[in-house]
């Protein structure tokens, strides 16, 4: 009996893996990256190179101020949440300051996107903390990021 209820948990399992493949292949929208001092808005994107594995990059402005940053993240589907993923990643950022040093910071991450089915339309939000690897700049474990972005296959 307990093999039984092993094979069916299995296979339930797999079901609900199979249903969790990626609903979209790429998107595009705006993206707010959220620093204590700062908040840079503007321009994000992201692509699904497989089921797990996603590029993004967003260009942000603010007063004086632009940030690149160019993210990988694993996305993980939650079961029983159909468009609800969980993500973790890196990638570098690079603050272009007038009148000042540019900054340069590793970005890691971790963090939640939501589609729902039916609809295009991408929300996240993560936490990406700044570790600054440039002689200018303080690192900021306060940052987050948001995003809305229209979503394509």
Known sequence: MKKLSFVFVLTLMLAFSAKAQTSYKGAVGLGID????????????????????????????????????????FHKQFVGAPGLRWYAGIGPSIILIDDFDNIFALRPHAGLDFKIDGVPIVVNFDWRPALVISDAGDGEAGAFGFGIQYAFN
């Open 34 to 73: 959220l620093y204590d001092n700062a908040t840079f808005v503007g321009p994000s994107a992201k692509y699904f190179f497989s089921d797990n594995h996603v590029g993004q990059a967003d260009l942000g402005f603010e007063d004086n101020a632009t940030i690149l940053t160019f993210l990988y993240s």
